[in-house]
């Protein structure tokens, strides 16, 4: 190979590495300013916001609010900020206006407990707050906290009207009835990171009016029971509702009506499609339908004891008489009555 040759190859040689390198650097400075851009972060304090949509009356528990990094201009006193607030004191509190998931929480959007028309932020929109007395047995071990959906069972015991048995049963009349308080709490305790169960007397519901005169005659009628609903029940009982078309959508509704329409509707409690058991159900040895309430009728010594039944002759009647005998008539035949000084006997007259 001449001199030549050799001098064009290595030039040519520089050239493309010089190329490669001016390049490289071409790439590395277009794709430096989108790796900025998708590294930058709000600077700032982090503020309490909605996990999920929130509507009015919403108890706030533990993973329905958390705290997020917020851009410090847009930060306002009304926000809670970690480090200042204590969020054990937000658990159990109340939602007063609604808030949209990603929306921070205001202190004046919510009401504590102990605050004035607390209960009353509680409810939803024409419903009713009821208390029921409940106990270790009928309040599922103390397992039921505020904010958790509950089904309500009646148990009574039937009397016949005669000597028969009675029945015995135990009906599902509400279903999906969210619980307000247990006593005078409407929060849940927290204890190293645990939720501490507790015994409680009470229960305060909420119900339609219609439900709350239910549960006012249950009381009187036989024992209340509470029944812990999952929280998978709302979802799929709602899947059910839209499918068969008892809950229609709202036709143009934006994405958040939507999920809190469909929010409300699982929430909401109903009366419908209750189911019951009875002893017989349970038990061979109980009765399965309900006894009669009217007494048999009273039954003729003759249906008894057959036709040949003898009814009991009548008292003989005697007629008085200053005489010493006097003729008796009886059902038998006729006697006479002898007066021997004080002493009166009565003497069959015929006969064999």
Same mark, same amino acid.
């Given at each position: 190979?001449? @001199?030549? @040759?050799?001098?064009?190859?290595?030039?040519? +040689?520089?050239?493309?590495?010089?190329?490669?390198?001016?390049?490289?650097?071409?790439?590395?400075?277009?794709?430096? #300013?989108?790796?900025?851009?998708?590294?930058?972060?709000? @600077?700032?304090?982090?503020? +309490?916001?909605?996990?999920?949509?929130?509507?009015?009356?919403?108890?706030?528990?533990?993973?329905?609010?958390?705290?997020?990094?917020?851009?410090?201009?847009?930060?306002?006193?009304?926000?809670?900020?970690?480090?200042?607030?204590?969020?054990?004191?937000?658990?159990?509190?109340?939602?007063?206006?609604?808030?949209?998931?990603?929306?921070?929480?205001?202190?004046?959007?919510?009401?504590?407990?102990?605050?004035?028309?607390?209960?009353?932020?509680?409810?939803?929109?024409?419903?009713?707050?009821?208390?029921?007395? &409940?106990?270790?047995?009928?309040?599922?071990?103390?397992?039921?906290?505020?904010?958790?959906?509950?089904?309500?069972? =009646?148990?009574?015991?039937?009397?016949?009207?005669?000597?028969?048995? #009675?029945?015995?049963?135990?009906?599902?009349?509400?279903?999906? &009835?969210?619980? =307000?308080?247990?006593?005078?709490?409407?929060?849940?305790?927290?204890?190293?990171?645990?939720?501490?169960?507790?015994?409680?007397?009470?229960?305060?519901?909420?119900?339609?009016?219609?439900?709350?005169?239910?549960?006012?005659?249950?009381?009187?009628?036989?024992?209340?029971?509470?029944? =812990?609903?999952?929280?998978?029940?709302?979802?799929?009982?709602?899947?059910?509702?839209?499918?068969?078309?008892?809950? @229609?959508?709202?036709?143009?509704?934006?994405?958040?009506?939507?999920?809190?329409?469909?929010?409300?509707?699982?929430?909401?409690?109903?009366?419908?499609?209750?189911?019951?058991?009875?002893?017989?159900?349970?038990?061979?040895?109980?009765?399965?339908?309900?006894?009669?309430?009217?007494?048999?009728?009273?039954?003729?010594?003759?249906?008894?004891?057959?036709?040949?039944?003898?009814? #009991?002759?009548?008292?003989?009647?005697?007629?008085?008489?200053?005489?010493?005998?006097?003729?008796?008539?009886?059902?038998?035949?006729?006697?006479?009555?002898?007066?021997?000084?004080?002493?009166?006997?009565?003497? #069959?007259?015929?006969?064999?």
């Amino acid at each position: 190979m001449d @001199k030549k @040759k050799l001098m064009l190859l290595l030039g040519a +040689l520089v050239i493309a590495i010089g190329t490669a390198m001016a390049a490289r650097s071409l790439f590395i400075g277009a794709s430096a #300013p989108t790796a900025d851009a998708a590294s930058q972060v709000p @600077k700032g304090p982090k503020v +309490l916001v909605a996990q999920r949509a929130l509507p009015v009356g919403t108890i706030v528990t533990a993973d329905s609010v958390a705290f997020q990094l917020w851009p410090k201009e847009m930060v306002q006193d009304a926000y809670f900020i970690d480090g200042e607030a204590d969020m054990n004191k937000l658990l159990g509190t109340v939602v007063r206006y609604p808030i949209t998931a990603g929306q921070p929480v205001t202190q004046g959007g919510l009401v504590a407990p102990g605050d004035r028309g607390f209960l009353a932020a509680a409810l939803g929109a024409g419903m009713r707050a009821v208390t029921i007395p &409940v106990s270790a047995k009928t309040g599922v071990g103390g397992f039921v906290f505020p904010g958790d959906h509950v089904d309500l069972l =009646l148990t009574q015991t039937v009397p016949a009207a005669d000597t028969g048995q #009675p029945l015995k049963a135990t009906e599902t009349f509400l279903r999906n &009835v969210r619980v =307000l308080a247990t006593d005078q709490s409407t929060e849940t305790t927290v204890e190293e990171g645990k939720t501490v169960v507790r015994a409680f007397q009470t229960v305060t519901l909420e119900v339609t009016p219609k439900m709350a005169e239910k549960i006012q005659v249950a009381e009187t009628v036989g024992t209340l029971s509470l029944a =812990l609903r999952s929280l998978a029940d709302n979802q799929g009982e709602l899947d059910q509702a839209i499918a068969s078309g008892t809950v @229609k959508v709202p036709v143009g509704a934006t994405k958040d009506q939507e999920a809190k329409f469909l929010a409300d509707a699982a929430n909401r409690p109903t009366d419908a499609g209750t189911t019951f058991v009875t002893g017989g159900d349970v038990s061979r040895f109980q009765r399965r339908s309900a006894p009669s309430q009217e007494p048999k009728p009273l039954q003729s010594m003759s249906s008894l004891y057959g036709q040949n039944y003898n009814r #009991p002759s009548p008292m003989p009647s005697y007629s008085r008489s200053s005489g010493a005998v006097t003729s008796v008539s009886t059902g038998s035949g006729n006697v006479v009555r002898v007066t021997r000084g004080k002493t009166t006997t009565a003497e #069959p007259v015929g006969g064999n």
